[in-house]
Antibody
Framework: DVQLVESGGGLVQPGRALTLSCRAS????????MSWFRQAPGKGLQWVGF??????????QYAASVQGRFTISRDDSTSLASLHMDSLKIEDTAVYYC????????????????WGPGTLVTVSS | DIQMTQSPSSLSASVGDRVTITCRAS??????LAWFQQKPGKAPKSLIY???SLQSGVPSRFSGSGSGTDFSLSISGLQPEDFATYYC?????????FGQGTNVEIK
């Protein structure tokens, strides 16, 4: 079975950094893109960014609100995806989810088809 | 950015009812539309992709339709486990964006 498990969340002060990890199992991480989403307390879902697999260049794209502060990386050999968050702001407080992306057949698009349970990041002084 | 607008924001229904949720995109997205179900404290679950294709394992009482800017998710014969919040999401272009969610509650 496909399984994704996030870790690394916690309480962090504004301006500090934090790295989240996403351990994948039950599939070959190298065959998929990986994305991060977040959900602020009581709010809706927001896309944070994603990283393509090596076949499609391994490049990443980010939401404007995190561009330049957040970095997504991947290590296919250890089935691990990561989200490094720098210069954290109070408004980054949220549950962060990693998700597996699969290519949509006959298109250049990707689709999130499996999600981890999430990890809570609280940015507060 | 493409704005996704869902309606209604919430609805009350009974077991066995048929419910329909609509989602409108601020510009055409072809059929690059997904629907997710989320229960309190849980991760979203993928239900439908390409506007009308059911993910593996999703019950056939769920159906999706639409193309361009107007889409809908229908649940025929609402079951107790279907009470949740539903989100639409466009993956036509970055940034990917979600509707604000529709909370389906028990009447």
């Amino acid at each position: 079975d496909v399984q994704l498990v996030e870790s690394g969340g916690g309480l962090v002060q504004p301006g500090r950094a934090l790295t989240l990890s996403c351990r994948a199992s039950g599939f070959n991480l190298g065959d998929h893109g990986m994305s991060w989403f977040r959900q602020a307390p009581g709010k809706g879902l927001q896309w944070v960014g994603f990283i393509r697999n090596k076949l499609y260049g391994g490049t990443a794209q980010y939401a404007a609100s995190v561009q330049g502060r957040f970095t997504i990386s991947r290590d296919d050999s250890t089935s691990l995806a990561s989200l490094h968050m720098d210069s954290l702001k109070i408004e980054d407080t949220a549950v962060y989810y990693c998700a597996r992306l699969s290519r949509v057949p006959y298109t250049s698009s990707w689709l999130a088809d499996s999600w981890g349970p999430g990890t809570l990041v609280t940015v507060s002084s | 950015d493409i704005q996704m607008t869902q309606s209604p924001s919430s609805l009350s229904a009974s077991v066995g009812d048929r419910v329909t949720i609509t989602c409108r995109a601020s510009q055409g997205i072809n059929n690059y539309l997904a629907w997710f179900q989320q229960k309190p404290g849980k991760a979203p679950k993928s239900l439908i992709y390409a506007a009308s294709s059911l993910q593996s394992g999703v019950p056939s009482r769920f159906s999706g339709s639409g193309s361009g800017t107007d889409f809908s998710l229908s649940i025929s014969g609402l079951q107790p486990e279907d009470f949740a919040t539903y989100y639409c999401q466009q993956y036509y272009t970055f940034p990917w964006t979600f509707g604000q969610g529709t909370n389906v509650e028990i009447k």
